[in-house]
C-alpha cells in the first residue's frame, strides 16, 4: 500500500449543505475558479483516469484477504465520482453516510476512495492534464467531505486551527519536495509555518510556542531516519497540541510505509494533493481526541495560542 494512517476513529453522518470551500481553499484562488468549466474538466479527468484507476486498483485478486469485502466497489467510485463534482456537497456527503451505514468505516473510505482519489488528481497535474487551481477544487472537496464524515467543522475556531508545520531536517539540502507540499497545503486554505533545515532544538522550540494541529517532515534519505526519530519524539514531548498529527515524507518512505510507524509518525502520502488530504484526516482525528476539551473548559495547553 502507498499510503498508511494509523488509528480509525470518527464516523461519517450527516452532511451540512451551505458549508463552503473558503476555509478549505486560499481565498485568492477563489476568484480563479470558474465552478461550471471546473466541474467539466474534473469530469471528464475522473471518467477517463481517475475511475478506472480506481476500479483496476478495487478489483485485484484479494488472495483471500477479507478487507477486500470491505471496499467500496466499482460502482460506488463510479456513483461518488459523479457526486463529487456537484454544487450541492449534501448528495456526496449522504452518499458516504450511507456506505458508512452499511459497515464502511471512515478509515476504509478514506484509504481506498479519498485519498486514492487525491493521488490520481496530482497524478493528472504532473502530466499536465488538469491545472492546479483544477486540483486544488478537486482536493478541497475531499477535505470537505471528510471534515463533514468526522464532524471536525464543528469544533471551536475550525479555520484557525488548520495550521501545519512544515520541516526539513538540518542536514536535508533538498526542499523542493516539501516546498510542492506547502504549496498545495496553502492552497487548501491551511496556514503553513515552514522551517527548513532546523534542528531538534529550533523545531522543539517552535512547537512549545506555537499550536499546530499538523506538523509534516520531509527526509532525503535512510541515514537521516534517526534524526527523524528524535524529532518526533521531541515534538510529541513538548507540543502545544498533545494531540498533533505528524506524517512523514522522502524518498525513505515510498514503497515502504512500514517505516511510517517506526519513526513515530502517523502518516506519510505519495504526492502533494494526498498530502493535503492525510493532513486533513490527521486534523480529524486530533478532533476526535481530546479538542473538544476546548469548549468545556480545558487546560491552556490544549488551546492553540
Not at 536535508?172 to 496553502?186: A, C, D, P, Y
Not at 518526533?232 to 525513505?252: D, E, F, K, L, T
Not at 515510498?254 to 504526492?271: F, K, L, R, Y
Not at 493535503?276 to 481530546?290: E, P, T, W, Y
Request: negative net charge; glycine residues 8%; aromatic residues 6%.
Amino acid at each position: 500500500m502507498e499510503m498508511t494512517i494509523l488509528g480509525k476513529q470518527g464516523r461519517f453522518m450527516g452532511g451540512d449543505a451551505s458549508m463552503v470551500l473558503p476555509p478549505f481553499i486560499a481565498a485568492e484562488l477563489l476568484s480563479e475558479i470558474d465552478v461550471p468549466s471546473t466541474h467539466e474538466r474534473l469530469a471528464s479527468i475522473i471518467h477517463t483516469n481517475i475511475v478506472p484507476r480506481l476500479i483496476e486498483r478495487h478489483t485485484r485478486p484479494a488472495g483471500g484477504d477479507t478487507v477486500a469485502a470491505r471496499n467500496p466497489s466499482a460502482g460506488d467510485i463510479a456513483k461518488l465520482a459523479h457526486l463529487v463534482l456537484d454544487p450541492n456537497i449534501q448528495l456526496s456527503s449522504d452518499f458516504i453516510r450511507h456506505l458508512e451505514q452499511a459497515g464502511h468505516s471512515v478509515e476504509d473510505l478514506f484509504v481506498t476512495l479519498l485519498e486514492p482519489a487525491a493521488r490520481c488528481l496530482g497524478t493528472m497535474w504532473d502530466n499536465d492534464e488538469c491545472s492546479f487551481v483544477d486540483v486544488t477544487y478537486g482536493v478541497a472537496r475531499l477535505q470537505q467531505l471528510l471534515a463533514l464524515g468526522s464532524h471536525s467543522h464543528s469544533v471551536p475556531e475550525f479555520s484557525q486551527k488548520r495550521t501545519v508545520f512544515m520541516v526539513t531536517l538540518a542536514d536535508e539540502k533538498h526542499s523542493l519536495g516539501i516546498t510542492m507540499v506547502e504549496t498545495f497545503l496553502h492552497a487548501g486554505g491551511w496556514a503553513v509555518t515552514p522551517l527548513h533545515r532546523a534542528s531538534v532544538e529550533q523545531v522543539e522550540a517552535m512547537v512549545s510556542q506555537e499550536w499546530f494541529a499538523v506538523a509534516g517532515l520531509t527526509i532525503g534519505s535512510t541515514s537521516q531516519l534517526p534524526q527523524l526519530v528524535s524529532t518526533i519524539r521531541a515534538i510529541r514531548s513538548q507540543s502545544c497540541n498533545p494531540a498533533i498529527g505528524i506524517m512523514v515524507g522522502g524518498p525513505p518512505f515510498a514503497g515502504h510505509p512500514e517505516i511510517v510507524a517506526e519513526v513515530g509518525a502517523d502518516a506519510t502520502a505519495i504526492n502533494a494533493p494526498a498530502a493535503v488530504l492525510v493532513a486533513q484526516r490527521l486534523f480529524d482525528i486530533g478532533a476526535a481526541r481530546n479538542w473538544q476539551a476546548h469548549s468545556t473548559g480545558a487546560t491552556r495547553r490544549m488551546q492553540p495560542a
